[in-house]
């Protein structure tokens, strides 16, 4: 009774929406001229990433990162070499790399082939008679469909390897494969979203646990480095006992103001905003040094502020909205710029009352300085949402995505109640689907990366998902 009353109460709130009058309903235009940009705007804005190419309908290979595109982590890809050299002296063990979603995970992970590159480099002089042979490539993937099954999970570990899955499965289908993949010339190994794995339905449970067993049982012969969203993560840790079989994990957030800005001004240099001098970073212990050789000559530094940044203001407001999240602040410093007109008209009749009086001997000084308005997330939509709608946001955002059919499993409804739901939430910009020209109930829905940070926040305030 409680799910029917649920569907016609979102059945009412999606006919209200499909029937309202087009003068009521809110434009982009709207949320701009008020300095603001709503969350369907940013969720509309998702491209899906070029560079992957399907290795089959199970798997996918991953987009290899360049290093121009990569920034900070030092300490963490630090930790990861300690990792990989440690198997390469026969000490090898399962590792995981968690982050939050949006926080450079997969870029992080795509650095790993140019690590492999460096370490072949450093130690090619020294005596390596004793200390495995390093992978010519590092192999990264990701797969598309959680196992349900001890074969999907036996099938899913042979495509790693590029062997052909068993037909049948016998008593000792698991011992025979451990086998065979032992005697295999030595891989490095990355997987990526490992949180695509688990799905809250019957069997996969056991398909995990038949995964666990065969990395575990290649783990020394073998490098396994897994990525792993920070919720799911804790998911695994509570429901599953991940953290019992995986001995070194390394951890990073969203980046600090410094890194953020560092990505930022690579932007604006793309733009032609700034000239590529800006792009040259001065380490803290250059700063120092500085700092004491012109000790004497602070006057004279003080009058070199023309050096700054001229967006420094702007940088430090993007981190501030983004708090960190590289993808939202590039998209805000894109609409920000292409939206300057209402967003600036915003800003200054937000100040007249203010300005009216002080600023007109200030004017012309300030003239010459950058005067972009960032605009803020506007997301009140997400208050809004019942327990039912957050409960939903959650099991996505775990999952990495949902379709239809899975939602209804999961939340013990049927197809047609999980499609409505799924539907409404996309209405409102909290998520977005890749349609399916099948059958509808394997629509699938997902919150885009930009979104992620945002969503998540209001998810773990209102205590649907824990730290």
């Keep these: 009774m409680d799910i029917n009353l649920r569907l016609f109460s979102r059945l009412s709130q999606w006919v209200n929406t499909f029937f309202a009058p087009k003068a009521t309903l809110k434009t982009e235009s709207d949320d701009a001229q008020k300095g603001l940009i709503s969350l369907k705007t940013i969720a509309n804005q998702y491209q899906p990433r070029t560079g992957e190419e399907?290795?089959?309908?199970t798997m996918s290979s991953q987009f290899i990162y360049t290093a121009e595109d990569f920034i900070a982590r030092q300490s963490q890809i630090k930790q990861i070499t300690d990792v990989i050299n440690l198997w390469r002296n026969h000490h090898g063990e399962i590792s995981a790399i968690v982050a939050p979603a949006g926080a450079g995970l997969s870029a992080f992970l795509g650095q790993i082939p140019s690590l492999l590159a460096n370490i072949n480099t450093q130690q090619q002089d020294a005596s390596t008679s004793k200390v495995k042979p390093l992978p010519e490539k590092g192999l990264i993937m990701s797969f598309y469909n959680a196992p349900l099954s001890a074969s999907d999970a036996i099938a899913n570990v042979c495509y790693c390897f590029d062997m052909q899955p068993p037909a049948t499965m016998t008593d000792t289908t698991i011992t025979d494969i451990i086998i065979a993949i032992n005697k295999l010339p030595a891989q490095l190994?990355?997987?990526?979203?490992?949180?695509?794995?688990?799905?809250?339905?019957m069997g996969n449970a056991q398909a995990l646990v038949t995964f666990a067993t065969i990395v575990m049982e290649t783990r020394k012969h073998h490098c396994w480095i897994l990525g792993c969203?920070?919720?799911?993560?804790q998911r695994l840790s509570t429901q599953y006992q991940i953290t019992h079989f995986i001995k070194h994990i390394i951890t990073f957030d969203y980046f600090n103001a410094k890194e953020l800005a560092s990505i930022q001004t690579k932007q604006l240099v793309d733009l032609g905003l700034i000239s590529d001098d800006y792009l040259i970073l001065k380490t803290d212990e250059a700063e120092r040094n500085r700092t004491q050789n012109l000790s004497e000559a602070t006057h004279t530094e003080s009058e070199k502020d023309d050096d700054v940044n001229p967006y420094d203001d702007q940088l430090k407001q993007?981190?501030?909205i983004s708090q960190g999240h590289p993808k939202l602040a590039i998209l805000l410093l894109q609409y920000s710029l292409t939206h300057q007109t209402d967003i600036a008209q915003s800003s200054s009749n937000n100040k007249s009352d203010n300005s009216s009086?002080?600023?007109?001997?200030?004017?012309?000084?300030?003239?010459?300085k950058q005067c972009t308005d960032i605009c803020k997330v506007n997301a009140s939509v997400l208050p809004l949402c019942q327990d039912n709608d957050l409960f939903s946001l959650a099991e996505i955002y775990i999952h990495g995505g949902l379709r239809i059919a899975q939602h209804a499993h999961i939340f013990a409804q049927t197809i047609e109640q999980s499609s409505l739901q799924l539907a409404y939430l996309a209405r409102q910009g909290l998520i977005i689907a890749q349609y399916s020209q099948r059958d509808f109930a394997q629509h699938f829905y997902f919150i885009t990366p930009a979104l992620s940070k945002i969503i998540a926040s209001h998810l773990v305030n209102n205590n649907k998902l824990f730290n």
């Design 189 to 201: 190994i990355v997987i990526d979203d490992l949180h695509k794995l688990m799905l809250r339905m």
């Design 54 to 57: 399907p290795v089959n309908e």
């Design 318 to 320: 993007l981190h501030m």
């Design 229 to 233: 969203e920070k919720f799911a993560w």
């Design 357 to 368: 009086k002080n600023n007109s001997s200030k004017d012309i000084g300030d003239n010459s």
